[in-house]
């Protein structure tokens, strides 16, 4: 007999993600997960994406160069982590896909060395109109230093399961 894998204890879904049900518009989940970056990080992300922009990966340029004196970590090697924060307290396990991100900002900027913490706003959540096992929940992720200063932020469209209907 297989193991029921729809449920747990806690009904979440076994990896951890909410069901489209669990979501409540309004919430703001502050993720456990911190990270601070490194120089490694935007190095291997620019090289990996083929983004040759000096301001990433040259700090001799941006010593010189530019008014922060040191390389920006890549912004979207920053809206991925962001976003990449917020998977295990929300949607491991449980979305479908994602089916856009609009408002991406980067208010201020994140350095090597830099800390960040997350938060995900549930700003509105629908029933799918073409199935009835999902729906769509709409996300504000922020993205903060270590000294509280917003640094990313950005609107996710999320395609969610909902909770498995058991007989």
């Not at 990896?15 to 490694?40: K, P, Y």
């Not at 295990?88 to 991406?104: H, R």
């Not at 208010?107 to 060395?113: A, I, K, V």
Request: one cysteine or more; a neutral charge.
């Amino acid at each position: 007999m297989a193991a029921d894998t729809t449920k747990n204890e806690t009904g979440r879904h076994p990896r951890g993600g909410l069901w489209f049900e669990d979501f409540i518009e309004g919430a703001v989940i502050e993720h456990r997960l911190t990270r601070t970056v490194t120089q490694a990080d935007n190095m291997f992300f620019s090289n990996m994406t083929l983004n040759p922009q000096p301001l990433h990966i040259d700090a001799h340029f941006c010593a010189t160069e530019t008014e922060w004196g040191r390389p920006l970590m890549n912004s979207l090697f920053t809206l991925g982590l962001m976003i990449g924060i917020s998977v295990n307290d929300t949607t491991v396990g449980t979305t479908i896909g994602n089916l856009g991100m609009t408002d991406v900002r980067f208010p201020n900027p994140l350095f090597e060395g830099d800390t960040i913490r997350c938060t995900s706003e549930i700003v509105s959540k629908r029933e799918s109109k073409s199935r009835p096992d999902a729906g769509i929940v709409e996300f504000l992720h922020r993205a903060y230093r270590q000294d509280g200063v917003l640094v990313a932020e950005c609107r996710r469209q999320a395609f969610m399961r909902k909770r498995p209907v058991t007989a």
